[in-house]
């Protein structure tokens, strides 16, 4: 079975441990199925993975991926949700300690098929295509769940989001706009910050820049490179959410905004089931399709990763099988 898979482990130079070539085909374990997979999309994810963290070295070769659409063996076309709970566990998944993402411990969606839980599809919307299904998964979910459970955001709130062009950015200022709220964003690049604006972010500033007013609450996905942005950015008894450390997760914690101004800090991390069914429903209601950057075939699946590691990606790198 052609597939991309970390076969070794390097923080300085990822790439160095991806290869992408045939390999034994796996079993499906009892209660999951196994769906032909026709579109992966990558994430960062993917790339800590290749650098040692999240995935332990016991584990390799582990095939990549979080995200797929594809089709069943009887025949449904589905996207996939990524986090797999454990059996046993009641509520939501996102919680249970026993978890774990595709690609963790079980092998990822960058593959021609990929086993899942019987319980973790959902019904491809007849009229997306598949490319556009595999990229509403893992920065998609997480964008939703960082807006909409976690932050509570409502309509007419202001939201800056750190980071201007990649995937969970990208996904947050779609959702963002599309719910009403008005969605500020910073970008390291002014094209970049140009083009969240192109995709419906009211407003874009440079790193860093001292914005027209406070905000209600901030999305944060950088880490250290913008926290002190982030905390400074909001008004008293505002939120952030922050779901990612890109550039560090040792950043001070400048407790001293954190008490006075009684700012909520919340941790988020993927979604629920339940959550991702909302979302494609709520980007079936409101037409919402994600920015694809590239698309790859999963044989040239290497460019798609020095894509997503240049930094440069605008939206979702994909890989279609
Ligand atoms: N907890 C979860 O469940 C979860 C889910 C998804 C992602 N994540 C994490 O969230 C992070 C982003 O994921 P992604 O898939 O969106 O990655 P991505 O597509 O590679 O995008 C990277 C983002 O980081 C910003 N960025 C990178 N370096 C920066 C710097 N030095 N200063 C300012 N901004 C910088 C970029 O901003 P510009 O566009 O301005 O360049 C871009 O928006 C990753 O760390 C990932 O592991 C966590």
Known sequence: MLAA??????????????????????????GWVRVRVRTA??????????????????????????????VTDD????????????????????LDPGRTLLSELHPGTLAEEVFVP??????KPASWTFERAASLGTAWLTAYRML?????????????????????SSALVALGSAAGLRMWVTGRDPERVEQAVAWGADRGFAAGERL?????????????????HSVRALRPGGTIVVCGA????????????????????????????EEFQRMVRFCELRDLAPAVDSVHPLPEARAAFERLESGQARGKVVVTV
């Open 246 to 273: 890109t550039t560090g997760g040792d950043a001070p914690a400048q407790l001293e905004h954190v008490f006075f101004r009684q700012l909520r800090v919340l941790g988020s991390t993927m979604g629920t089931l």
């Open 41 to 70: 999309a990558l994430n960062h994810h993917d790339l800590w993975s290749l650098r040692g963290a999240g995935l332990p070295a016991k584990l390799l070769p582990m095939v990549l991926g979080c995200d797929a659409a594809g």
């Open 118 to 123: 019987a319980r973790n599809l959902v019904a």
């Open 212 to 228: 027209p007013e406070k905000v209600d609450a901030v999305m944060e996905s950088v880490g250290k490179a913008t926290w002190q």
């Open 5 to 30: 898979r970390a076969v070794r482990q390097s923080a300085e130079e990822p790439l160095s441990g991806l290869e992408v070539a045939d390999g034994p085909p796996g079993a499906v374990p009892e």
């Open 148 to 168: 909409f459970t976690q932050a509570q955001a409502t309509p007419g709130q202001t939201v800056l989001v750190q980071g201007a062009a990649g995937g969970v």
């Open 75 to 94: 025949g449904r076309e589905v996207l996939v949700h990524a986090v797999v709970s454990s059996d046993d566990w009641r509520g939501d998944e996102t």
